[in-house]
Structures are given as C-alpha cells and as structure tokens.
C-alpha cells in the first residue's frame, strides 16, 4: 500500500498558485514531515518541512512564497505555493524528513510553471 498520496499540481502561469495535498498513511503528527522537489536534471530535494510539534522550515528558494501545513486529524499535509516560478516546476512528493529512496514513495503530483 502506498504510504503517501499527493495531488493538486497541474499547469499554472508564472506569478501563480497552487495548493498540494497529501493524504499519508501513517500518524504525520508523530515524525517529521517534508515535501520534496524533483525536476529533470536534479535530485529529489526536500523544499518545506514541519517538525513533529509543527515547525516548519524552508529551502531558501522557497522561502516567503511556500507555506507547509498539515491537519493532523486527518494525516494530510499540504504545500501553498505562491507566486510560482519556472525553476519550481516539477514532480512534488510528500514523506518523512530524511526519507531516503530504498523508503516508499509515492507516485507525486506534477506542478508545471510555464506561460
């Protein structure tokens, strides 16, 4: 079963936002959480993450324009994008902080920045 099921990316213009969920498996007010980046040519890299006591934290890149969150009555986690860019396009997943790829994985939800 996968663990983690995003959503909510799709094509958006430049300057604009988006809101991703991501309905988890497991108990996300026990760990650490994190929504990572991958985008052709780069790594999958952590973008915002949110302490197990809900502090959150920012990529510099990111920072001032995304905003975690997560309803932990439900175990779903969410990334407000603002303000988008074509440097944030790409395949967006959520999982634990420090998830590694022998972890699951799920299959994320593609964000495409572009006029």
């Known amino acids: 079963q996968v663990p983690f099921v995003e959503s909510g990316g799709g094509l958006v213009q430049p300057g604009g936002s988006l809101k991703l969920s991501c309905t988890a498996d497991?108990?996300?007010?026990?760990?650490?959480m994190a929504w990572y980046h991958e985008t052709i040519g780069k790594a999958r890299d952590w973008v915002a993450t949110?302490?197990?006591?809900?502090?959150?934290n920012y990529q510099y890149a990111v920072r001032g324009r995304f905003t975690i969150s997560r309803d932990t009555a439900n175990n779903i986690l969410y990334l407000q994008m603002n303000n988008l860019g074509p440097d944030d396009t790409g395949v967006y997943y959520c999982?634990?902080?420090?998830?590694?790829?022998?972890?699951?994985w799920g299959k994320g939800t593609l964000v495409t920045v572009s006029s």
């Open positions: 999982n634990r902080r420090y998830a590694s790829d022998a972890d699951s």
């Open positions: 497991i108990t996300i007010e026990n760990y650490a």
């Open positions: 949110i302490t197990s006591v809900g502090a959150p």
